[in-house]
């Protein structure tokens, strides 16, 4: 087959996307562009499951450690970023291979972006200040309220992107889902999508050993060590958020790590109920590699 293709391969946290990427791309002698809003950031490791040394080595990965906490990074930078990689890949081989978690940034790769209408400074300067003053749990209460469906699918720990939803409802009346299901930017190439699932105990489990795993590995540190930067956006993440607040003295470490489970197998739900809502995507068990492999080489 001689037609650029590339593969997508989503799904949620922990379910196995880095394994089974590496094996694909191996199979097809080519790279990985990572689709994971956080890896990309040098100074986060541990909390953001990173490929470790050795399978970046096995394969090159474009967008890990490709940025800084200090850089302003979302969806359309990572269109442009992408866009180039591929395009860079396509110069060797005709597959590529885009694999993460971050469902906005896999769409703006595939479809590109919708144009969100100007918000006025008054609005984002009063939800601001009112978050500022209420924390965080006011600003998931009034998104869930005023716009359930972006609740229902975004990232309801990152202030940035709450504050963002509310914004746009309050100026336009609509939800900020509403600007995100526009008109779709045509690829000169072809994309197949993958998804990866698991039974929801069997992801919980792996969840819940990959905390335990990280925090042996010295999240913990990791974190200590970011404290001077924790009110950067890339920050606002989980993992990193909880043991922020233990620091603080407001938890245990136990409560903190207990509550990173907890978030993180929320955060899962939210990824699935987005990645779920894509019709074009063939869902497989992480297990089922040559499945795989067999209906990206049949097209």
Known sequence: MNEKTCVIIAGPTAVGKTAVAIEVARHFNTA??????????KEMT??????????????????INSHSIH???NAAVYEQYALQAADKIFQHNNFTVVTGGTGLYIKAFCEGLDDVPPISMAIRQAITEQYEQQGLAWLQQQVQQQDPLYYATGEIQNPQRLIRALEVKQ???????????GKKATR?????????????PELHARINTRVDIMMEQGLLKEVEGLIPYKQLNALQTVGYSELFEHLEG???????IDRIKTNTRHYAKRQMTWFKKDISM???SPNALQEMIHYIASG
């Open 250 to 256: 407001n938890s245990s470490l136990q409560q903190a």
């Open 46 to 63: 541990i909390g953001v499951a990173k490929p470790s040394a050795s399978e970046l080595q096995q394969v090159h990965h474009y967008f």
């Open 171 to 181: 100026a336009t009346g609509e939800s900020i889902r509403s600007y995100q299901q």
């Open 32 to 41: 990985i562009i990572s689709a994971d809003s956080r890896q990309c950031f």
């Open 71 to 73: 850089e302003d990074v």
């Open 188 to 200: 000169p190439f072809r994309i197949i999508k993958l998804g990866l699932e698991l039974p929801k």
């Open 282 to 284: 063939r869902w497989f």
